[in-house]
Structure formats: structure tokens, C-alpha cells
């Protein structure tokens, strides 16, 4: 079966600080799908990105960097110079080829202070 | 108009009350679903539509009923709800079906209260 971890409840950084949100998972499938979301306290789920097992390049978008290993079944979130707008809670996800449901991990508390 | 709204934003119910809550995607989407979000808990899926016809349903209590007149509504009908129904029900939809690679864009979400 498979599963999603997300090790950190909660964080609190200063502003401008790096952060890094941890994110482990399990399946047995060889093909899958891992995403991240964000969703600030007005309640929407946002998606930020989706990434398939069988490419393993990292990915930078602005300030937000992602780090795919599958050596340790591992899809960790990197925020740069973090602002206060950052703070939410960020969903680490996976689905398996074929399969129609999301299993999403706990969640991260992201707090940012100015 | 934003990709996907869901109405209303809060909702307070007793437990003998029938409300429903409705979902609109503007995404051009073929498949839809429902999650519920409690306190804690990691989000649950309830039901996946697949151009109207439902495709999933995550042994949900029949005292939620869901309905998919089309591809870009989605409806949740609520009776005789329990307290610990209370929770974020959250819309969501696809481009496709074609399982795990789809992206699931999702809802604001409708903010439940069951007394």
C-alpha cells in the first residue's frame, strides 16, 4: 500500500531564511506521481508540482526548489529566502499509475515571521 | 472566473437539516471528485466522477449523496449528518482519467459545522 510522510508537523523560520519540508513515501509501483501542494488558511489546495518516478531531475521554480531521490524514496521542498506569504500548510502527495485517488501526508505547518 | 468554486464557503447544519454543497470547475476538467478534510487527518477521498458517472466511492455513509448533473458540476447532498461529519469538504477536478498522472486542482473548500 502505498503511503506519504511528512515527518515535520510544524516549522517556524525568519523571514529570508531557507526551509527545507521533508517528504518520504512508499509504493511498490515502479511508475508514480508525486505532487506537493499548498494550502494558505483560506482553505484552498494549490497546486505547486507534479513530478513522474522516472524523472528524477530537480526542479527550481523562483524560490522554490525540489529535490527528487528515489534512493531514499525521498521528494523534499526547498522555500529560498522564505516570506511571509509562504506560511501554510504544504501537502506532500502520491498516486500510482492507474490509480484515480491521491494519498496525501499530514502535512507541514509552515510558519514564516517577519 | 477561477478554476474551481465551491459554494457555500461555511455552512452550519444540525443534524436533522438537508443541505448541499455545490462545486463548478472552469478548467474544461473530465473528472471531479470530493475530499473531506478533518481536524489531523490526512484528506480523505470520497467520490470520483468520470464524465458523469461515478467511478469511486471510498466507502462513504449513505447519509452523503453526491451528484454529477455534468462534467463541470458536482453536487454533495447532506441529511441526518452526524457531529464528526463536521470537516473541510474539499472539490476538486481533472483534465482526465487517466489515474495517477492527472493533476487534481482543487476548491477554496466549504467549511462544514454539523451541531
Known amino acids: 500500500a502505498q503511503k506519504v510522510t511528512q515527518a515535520q508537523t510544524e516549522i517556524s523560520v525568519v523571514e529570508k531564511e531557507d526551509v527545507t519540508l521533508d517528504c518520504v513515501y512508499e509504493?511498490?509501483?515502479?511508475?508514480?506521481?508525486l505532487f506537493w501542494y499548498k494550502q494558505p488558511p483560506s482553505g484552498e489546495l494549490v497546486f505547486l508540482i507534479r513530478?513522474?518516478?522516472?524523472?528524477?531531475q530537480n526542479e527550481i521554480s523562483g524560490r522554490y526548489s525540489w529535490n527528487f531521490q528515489k534512493s531514499t524514496s525521498s521528494f523534499n521542498f526547498t522555500i529560498t529566502a522564505s516570506q511571509v506569504v509562504d506560511s501554510a500548510v504544504y501537502f506532500c502527495?502520491?498516486?500510482?499509475?492507474?490509480?484515480?485517488?491521491?494519498?496525501f501526508g499530514s502535512g507541514t505547518q509552515l510558519t514564516v515571521l517577519p | 472566473e477561477t478554476g474551481v468554486t465551491q459554494t457555500p464557503r461555511h455552512l452550519v447544519m444540525g443534524m436533522t437539516n438537508k443541505k448541499s454543497l455545490k462545486c463548478e470547475q472552469h478548467?474544461?476538467?473530465?473528472?471531479m471528485y470530493w475530499y473531506k478534510q478533518s481536524a489531523k487527518k490526512p484528506l480523505e477521498l470520497m467520490f470520483v466522477?468520470?464524465?458523469?458517472?461515478?467511478?469511486e466511492n471510498n466507502s462513504v455513509p449513505s447519509r452523503f449523496s453526491p451528484e454529477c448533473p455534468n462534467s463541470s458540476h458536482l453536487f454533495l447532498h447532506l441529511h441526518t449528518l452526524q457531529p464528526e461529519d463536521s470537516a473541510l469538504y474539499l472539490c476538486?477536478?481533472?483534465?482526465?482519467?487517466?489515474?495517477?498522472?492527472?493533476?487534481?486542482?482543487f476548491g477554496p473548500g466549504t467549511r462544514l459545522l454539523v451541531l
Open positions: 513530478r513522474n518516478s522516472f524523472d528524477e
Open positions: 509504493t511498490r509501483d515502479t511508475t508514480y506521481y
Open positions: 466522477y468520470n464524465f458523469k458517472e461515478q467511478t
Open positions: 478548467l474544461g476538467h473530465n473528472a
Open positions: 502527495a502520491l498516486s500510482e499509475e492507474g490509480d484515480r485517488q491521491l494519498t
Open positions: 476538486a477536478s481533472s483534465q482526465g482519467w487517466r489515474g495517477g498522472q492527472e493533476t487534481q486542482y
